[in-house]
């Protein structure tokens, strides 16, 4: 009795499964005019998509047409293949259970607006997928406008896809835009096309990001992830836009903040262009960072981390604010500029620090210690510049390796000329070369320290080929403290 009562009940769930699943099906609108989305007379059938069904925009109409709600609504999924489309939420919430899906071989548009997508799922259940691709050359864009899309539980289970082949095998012509304050969450985002962040939105995930295509974040609006991948090209612009990065980002594509615009990270790498351009503008790590590539620090902009910063690449500092425990090149990596350093500087295995063009100055808040393999590579300009600290240490400065000196443009020393270099609270040990430039004939190179203001200082001066005798007591006076320093060879 109970084995029938059993098989009978069993007989049951398979029908009904088996009903439910033939009630599921793809409904197409069939309103190009547009119209109310919960009215089944502008779908194919007569009835509105159920929450097994996928609501399909293929009109292919050459124009643009609204749906709009009038009630909240449960889909399994939204597909647009070449429409152009605009559901206005009209303050309602539209749920999917697998997504949405904007992919043709002439391009498609999907616009949200006013309103919310996906804010009852829960962090249990199956991924949602969000797919923009096309399958040709034109571009498929999903638009959110004033959406709130995704809730709390969409952090771990929301997956975006925008121009991302391996997603459904399409080409990188994806476009996902969100405006006039979006905000979207989500587990991870694969950009291969454009994501497009403006007007105060808002994007929040709770994995990764990896982009390879465009990022854009201009208008307030900002960018966060748990770790992110970075190989194409990013522009974060204006005060109160950001990018976050979380535990790490790594920037290996062309990459500019600017104006004010800010970012941060765990640990940030960088191996392509990296620019941090105008005042306000910063890049902030709570731990260290590791510049390959060309960085650029200009007009203000500043990098600071809590940690150590590592170049291996080439630091372009223009008005810059650097802001480390230390600041270390290695690998030959180049620092060059005018700015202001906060931390201790090493300049070890084959690096060089340089300052410039003629005018150019580093002032270093901590100590300056540079290796036997590293150079200081110093530019000397016209007779006004005479005098000026190219090197300004607020700490001590040992000495070693090489002083390279270059002339700016056609400028020439002339006898008695006395450049003051370095300026620091003591300075221990001296340079092992010197690569000097060429004199007038019969004028030669001398160097020597001096104390300014209870400061040391080391300074070049020109003198005649074979230093005269007071020259040579002073530069003995004023080098008592470098033992064992090497005199160069001087340039006739």
């Not at 559901?87 to 548009?109: H, P, R």
Request: hydrophobic share 35%.
């Amino acid at each position: 009795m109970k084995t029938t009562q059993g098989l009978g009940i069993l007989t049951s769930l398979v029908f009904v499964s088996c009903a439910s699943v033939s009630q599921a099906a793809v409904i197409d609108w069939n309103n190009v005019s547009g119209g109310d989305f919960n009215n089944g007379a502008n779908w194919a059938g007569g009835s509105a998509p159920g929450a097994a069904d996928t609501a399909s925009f293929n009109t292919d109409v050459a124009g643009s047409y609204t749906a709009s709600l009038s009630q909240d609504t449960d889909v399994d999924n939204v597909s647009v293949k070449n429409d152009h489309v605009v559901i206005d939420l009209n303050g309602q919430n539209l749920e999917t259970l697998t997504g949405i899906s904007v992919s043709g071989d002439k391009g498609a548009t999907l616009t949200l607006r006013n309103g919310s997508f996906n804010q009852n799922g829960d962090e249990y259940g199956d991924l949602v997928e969000i797919l923009v691709d096309s399958a040709s050359a034109s571009e498929s864009r999903l638009v959110l406008d004033g959406v709130d899309f995704g809730g709390r539980g969409m952090g771990s289970r929301m997956q975006l896809y925008v121009g991302y082949p391996p997603a459904s095998g399409g080409t990188r012509e994806g476009v996902l835009e969100l405006k006039n304050k979006s905000g979207v969450t989500g587990q991870s985002a694969y950009i291969g096309g454009k994501l497009i962040l403006s007007e105060g939105s808002s994007m929040g995930l709770a994995g990764e990001l990896d982009l390879d295509g465009v990022l854009e974040i201009t208008g307030g609006a900002g960018l966060g992830s748990s770790g992110a991948y970075i190989s194409g090209k990013t522009l974060v612009d204006g005060r109160g836009s950001d990018l976050s990065v979380g535990e790490f980002g790594d920037f290996s594509g062309e990459t500019t903040f600017q104006n004010g615009a800010t970012g941060s990270g765990g640990r940030i790498s960088t191996g392509g262009r990296f620019t941090v351009d105008g005042a306000g503008t910063e890049i902030r790590a709570i731990g260290s960072m590791d510049l390959g590539g060309n960085v650029v620090v200009s007009n203000g902009g500043s990098l600071v981390a809590s940690d150590l910063i590592t170049v291996t690449g080439v630091m372009n500092l223009d008005n810059a604010q650097i802001e480390a425990s230390s600041l270390m090149t290695e690998f030959a990596g180049r620092i060059q500029g005018a700015g202001d350093i906060t931390g201790n500087v090493k300049n070890t295995d084959k690096g060089t620090v340089a300052t410039g063009a003629n005018g150019s100055s580093l002032n270093i808040d901590g100590n300056y210690t540079q290796g036997h393999s590293g150079t200081l590579e110093l530019t000397l300009g016209d007779w006004d510049a005479i005098g000026d600290y190219k090197l300004n240490i607020n700490g001590d400065a040992d000495l070693d390796g090489i002083l390279k000196i270059d002339l700016w443009d056609t400028f020439k020393p002339q006898l008695n000329d006395v450049f003051t270099l370095i300026k620091a609270d003591n300075i221990n040990g001296m340079f092992s070369d010197f690569v000097l430039p060429k004199l007038s004939p019969g004028l030669g190179w001398d160097w020597g320290s001096d104390m300014v203001a209870g400061l040391e200082t080391f300074s070049l001066k020109v003198v005649k080929g074979v230093p005269e005798p007071y020259t040579i007591v002073l530069m003995t006076i004023g080098l008592a403290g470098f033992a064992g320093a090497r005199r160069f060879r001087k340039a006739a």
